[in-house]
């Protein structure tokens, strides 16, 4: 059934840019699998927003905004109050994923190993008060490493926090030393793990998004055990942030010791990335599922839960 889906695309967080990557792909795969395709960047202008929404009535509206406002159950609010199914996890998954300190608390009590962490203020960090390093700095409610910095030890440069566009109170976890492993959950179900190995040693913004940064291992070479849990945990996460659609959920697999090492579960995505070296597309393609059967099945899946 061919149908009018309004992609929404770019907005206005940190990763804009991404998400205009993102949109790209599916935007072709949509018009490949037939449907009418129509991209919208969204602005802050809501008024604009809400105009096209009435003006185009989509059958669905694909979200393919990444970050603050578009995956934080703010842009699902609006669509929820007009009425029109849209892809991915409602108001309630998008918003308790988002915000990587409530993640962490529900993942934790279901057993779910996280860092060590806690939430302090830029001033502790400046005053080198939150814990002894190696550590890790990030925004609660970002996305795609932006705001991300590594305190190895006593001798490493703290951030520059005088243009920090950030809220004021940002989550510092212990570093895990290790391995990179993701896991994507489609419909409830993992559909595989796979690790990434960027070559300068850190997952940061270049590493995710410039061809050639990091090597995709699928499936995930780590001990059977780990990769076990890992999916295990991934569709746990999905389940008790009251996710839906398809998620990914982000992990570091410390096998220093040898393995199986202990896995830590770092966050849910409830807008995976769809960009040519996102993980997501790799993880179900695995498993036999293209790029357009990705697509397709997240417009249906939209349709089905209205
Ligand atoms: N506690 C940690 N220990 C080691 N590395 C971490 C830790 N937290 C984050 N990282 C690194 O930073 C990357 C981004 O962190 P993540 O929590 O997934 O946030 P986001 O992807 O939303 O920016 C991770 O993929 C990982 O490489
Ligand atoms: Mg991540």
């Given at each position: 059934m061919k149908k009018?889906?309004?992609?929404?695309?770019?907005g206005f967080s940190a990763e804009r840019e991404v998400s205009l990557?993102?949109?790209q792909g599916v935007l072709k795969a949509l018009e490949s699998l037939g449907h009418e395709a129509i991209p919208l960047d969204v602005t802050r202008d809501i008024r604009a927003l809400v105009h096209a929404l009435e003006t185009h009535k989509p059958?669905?509206?694909?979200?393919?905004?990444?970050?603050?406002w578009g995956e934080d159950g703010c842009i699902q609010g609006l669509l929820e109050m007009?009425?029109?199914?849209?892809?991915?996890?409602?108001?309630?998954?998008?918003?308790?994923?988002?915000?990587?300190v409530v993640a962490r608390k529900m993942c934790s009590l279901q057993g779910i190993r996280i860092p060590e962490?806690?939430?302090?203020?830029?001033k502790d960090i400046a005053e080198r008060r939150v814990m002894p390093p190696p550590y890790v700095i990030k925004p609660i409610n970002e996305g795609s490493s932006v705001g991300l910095s590594i305190i190895l030890d006593k001798t490493t440069p703290l951030p520059d926090f005088s243009n920090w566009p950030f809220e004021d109170k940002v989550l510092v976890e212990r570093y895990i030393p290790g391995r990179e492993i993701q896991v994507a959950v489609l419909n409830g179900k993992a559909m595989g793990a796979i690790e990434i190995r960027p070559h300068s040693g850190v997952y940061d913004y270049e590493a995710k998004y410039t061809e050639g940064k990091a090597i995709h291992l699928m499936p995930a070479?780590?001990?059977?055990?780990?990769?076990?849990?890992?999916l295990e945990w991934a569709e746990k996460a999905h389940q008790v942030l009251e996710c839906t659609g398809v998620t990914r959920s982000d992990f570091r697999y410390d096998d220093t010791e040898g393995e199986p090492g202990k896995l830590y579960y770092l966050e849910t995505n409830p807008q995976p990335g769809l960009t040519p070296l996102s993980l997501v597309p790799e993880i179900v393609a695995h498993q036999g599922m293209s790029y357009?059967?990705?697509?397709?099945?997240?417009?249906?899946?939209?349709?089905?839960?209205?």
């Open positions: 009018k889906v309004l992609v929404l695309m770019g990557s993102s949109s059958d669905v509206v694909f979200n393919g905004l990444h970050g603050k007009m009425d029109i199914p849209y892809s991915h996890s409602g108001v309630l998954g998008s918003a308790l994923s988002m915000n990587k962490g806690k939430v302090v203020s830029l070479p780590i001990h059977k055990e780990a990769y076990e849990q890992a357009e059967q990705l697509v397709q099945w997240m417009v249906e899946d939209a349709l089905c839960r209205q």
